[in-house]
């Protein structure tokens, strides 16, 4: 739904890392937005949906990865009340909210530090 905003978003604030939505590069210093599968719609009242978001920040750098993530997590966190126009659909997203702090996942094989931020929105696409 709103995947490629928040790639966007993500590379203006860290341009250093080349930026994807759900796959990456494994040889690059990557940032790659991942639509996740989300909350469970509310039985009541249809239009709101609550997709989660997966952020996933890989560098060489270890330093800069945990610096990446947490300007991702900041970027993002508490981000409320705007409008996202995605193909011709617009959605208000009433917030935006981290589910944890910026998750450190280790090393990978190519000796990139990995961290993972969760994101879970609150949206209702507009007519």
């Known amino acids: 739904m709103i995947h490629r905003y928040l790639k966007n978003e993500a590379k203006i604030a860290i341009p250093e890392l080349v930026w994807s939505v759900n796959f990456h590069n494994g040889k690059l210093n990557t940032g790659t937005v991942y639509s996740e599968g989300g909350g469970t719609p509310d039985t009541y009242d249809f239009e709101w949906r609550y997709p989660e978001y997966m952020i996933f920040i890989r560098s060489s750098d270890w330093d800069k990865a945990e610096l990446f993530a947490e300007v991702v997590h900041n ?13 011709g659909r617009t959605f208000y997203v009433q917030s935006l909210f981290a589910l944890s702090e910026p998750i450190r996942l280790g090393v990978s094989e190519d000796n990139k530090m990995e961290y993972s931020i969760n994101i879970r929105a609150t949206l209702r696409e507009e007519n």
């Open 75 to 87: 970027l993002f966190h508490k981000k409320l009340n705007f409008r996202v126009t995605e193909q």
